[in-house]
């Protein structure tokens, strides 16, 4: 079955230190994205990705990195400049800009 | 710049009691609409969608939603409210033309009572 897995699902790190989550699609659709997820916040949008290479940041880009080396992935980096990174991470993809978007399971990331 | 609100950030229903949660939209140009669901920690999962033609959508779960372009809504509702209803839903917009970029709303946490 064709979907998006993101993986770990529960991430524990402690502070400074930089995490990267995976997010791996099989779906052959060209647009990717992060989302950050936090209570009574909805999604909001990190970095998203329309073709291989290339990426553009999303509104909250700050403290956080991607690369898009391969079309079926578009892993996440949270760095150390994250200043609250605590927070469910989600992943999605799309086939064209008007296409429903497909969601990862998410990770939930907790920084102590 | 395009915007989703939806009314009431909380809502309650009795199980079998009709389910309507309410978006409104702003956008310069005719939207693509969807409406997703999120079950506790778990990724969002589509329910419905509108594009083109007719107003009314059918989703899956027996969901359903009407594009109204007057009042620039997309409430979605459910006849009879179930137990495996309760969860958060969003509304969103599809990108404007030339950008990815997806509006959602904040969600709608819906609760069923017993």
């Known amino acids: 079955d064709g979907g998006i897995t993101q993986s770990p699902k529960y991430l524990f790190r402690k502070e400074g230190q930089n995490v990267t989550l995976s997010c791996e699609q099989n779906?052959?659709?060209?647009?990717m994205y992060w989302y950050r997820q936090d209570p009574g916040q909805g999604l909001r949008l990190i970095y998203y990705s329309q073709i291989v290479n290339d990426f553009q940041k999303g509104d909250i880009a700050e403290g956080y990195s991607v690369s898009r080396e391969k079309k079926e992935s578009f892993p996440l980096t949270v760095t150390s400049a994250q200043k609250n990174p605590t927070a469910f991470y989600l992943c999605?993809?799309?086939?064209?800009?008007?296409?429903?978007?497909?969601f990862g399971n998410g990770t939930r990331l907790t920084v102590t | 710049a395009q915007s989703v609100t939806q009314l009431g950030s909380h809502v309650s229903v009795s199980e079998g009691a009709l389910v309507l949660l309410r978006c409104n939209y702003s956008s310069s140009v005719p939207p693509y609409l969807f409406w997703y669901v999120q079950y506790p920690n778990q990724g969002l999962q589509l329910l419905l969608k509108?594009?083109?033609?007719?107003?009314l959508v059918k989703g899956i779960n027996g969901f359903e939603a009407e594009f109204k372009k007057s009042e620039t809504s997309f409430h979605l509702t459910k006849p009879s409210a179930h137990m495996s209803d309760a969860a958060e839903y969003f509304c969103a917009v599809s990108p404007t033309s030339g950008t990815y970029k997806y509006i959602f709303g904040t969600g709608t946490r819906l609760k069923v009572l017993a």
């Open positions: 779906l052959n659709h060209d647009a």
């Open positions: 999605a993809s799309s086939a064209a800009g008007n296409s429903p978007l497909h």
């Open positions: 509108y594009t083109t033609g007719a107003t």
